[in-house]
């Protein structure tokens, strides 16, 4: 007996020959009752997608990779979230994977690992050079997410990202605007990551457009942009005497910021009262938090839909392309933390 195809699918749901490919693909704009009805008639049917028909016949796998640093960090899991669901509306399967910071495991996952069946990939890097990045992207569809580590006037892919220096000036400036004058900053790492310079860089010019002096103090280094590495920097923070304390802080991750905000309980000083407390970020997590965290919040669907339609015009483009940023907005949240007034969340 011949295979089921996605015709004879369509036929016994009485759906479209698209609505069963939106369905098979995991297309997120299909009524449930569709979805139901198609997935009943693939298990009758016994009906299985057939991706080598599909790259004889197209050239492609109509599979992408998401290359990210850490899967258990919720800002990147809420990023995979919205690129799953956009390259599915573009009939992409995505695969996602995670360096743990390794510019070896960065590079080799960037050159599309088996690559023989990978489309393309969508890579948030923190190690790899840009050196490399570029000899990758000069032969492989590539689209590089986050900060750049590379000179402002090189542009070595294509590039879907947020104005870090701007959002990290905007909330400092918030921190300022409330009269706090010891404004501490969370997220100097010791690598020196894109991330980091960024975000201090727009700190450092919101303390200058305010009148206020940078102190080297009341910016600890951190390892990495966790819970545990804000809960040792606040803590060394804390431990200044009281006139030399911070009264204001602006973490570079909401995950520095919620373990910042447990050394402040341990502390027995108050947010906002005490010190005022802001990140960036825009996670769940921040909006959960007591008080809930002030924090910028990146527009992750934009992040997530430029990438992939970045990806997928490479991919299918017959000529080279030339390689773009694009910038995805953010806002500033304005919550407890910083004295936004208590507000009841949405059931």
């Known amino acids: 007996m011949a295979a089921a195809t996605l015709k004879d699918v369509a036929e016994r749901a009485g759906v479209s020959i698209k609505t069963v490919s939106n369905v098979v693909r995991g297309a997120p704009r299909v009524s449930e009752a569709t979805r139901t009805r198609v997935m009943q008639a693939v298990g009758e049917l016994g009906y299985r997608p057939n991706p080598s028909a599909r790259r004889l016949r197209t050239g492609r796998s109509g599979l992408i990779a998401l290359v990210v640093p850490e899967l258990t960090t919720p800002y990147f899991a809420e990023l995979a979230h919205h690129v799953r669901a956009e390259a599915a509306e573009l009939g992409f399967t995505v695969l996602i994977e995670e360096t743990r910071g390794s510019a070896t495991e960065e590079l080799r996952l960037a050159t599309g690992v088996g690559a023989s069946l990978l489309d393309g990939v969508i890579l948030s890097p923190l ?91 009341l910016a600890p280094h951190v390892q990495e942009f966790d819970r545990r590495n804000g809960l040792q920097a606040m803590r060394t923070l804390a431990a200044l005497p009281a006139g030399e304390r911070p009264d204001a802080v602006f973490c570079f991750s909401d995950l520095l910021a919620l373990g910042a905000q447990r050394a ?84």
């Open 264 to 347: 402040l309980y341990e502390a027995e000083l108050s947010v906002p009262g005490d010190v005022a407390l802001a990140s960036i970020d825009g996670t769940e997590e921040a909006l959960y938090a007591t008080p809930s965290l002030t924090s910028v919040v990146p527009d992750k669907r934009a992040l997530a839909s430029l990438a992939v339609k970045c990806l997928a015009a490479r991919i299918r483009s017959e000529e080279p392309l030339p390689f773009e940023l694009h910038l995805a907005p953010y806002w500033l949240e304005t919550r407890e933390s910083t004295g936004g007034g208590r507000r009841e969340l949405p059931a």
């Open 127 to 217: 190690r790899v050079s840009p050196d490399e990045l570029a000899a990758v992207a000069a032969g492989f569809p590539l689209v590089l997410l986050g900060e750049r580590s590379y000179d402002r006037d090189s542009v070595v892919a294509d590039h879907v990202l947020i104005d870090n220096v701007a959002a990290a000036r905007e909330v400092t400036a918030h921190l300022a605007d409330l009269g706090r004058t010891r404004i501490a900053a969370i997220g100097v790492d010791r690598q020196a990551s894109a991330t980091s310079r960024q975000r201090l860089e727009g700190f450092q010019q919101a303390l200058h457009e305010a009148g206020l002096t940078y102190d080297p103090r």
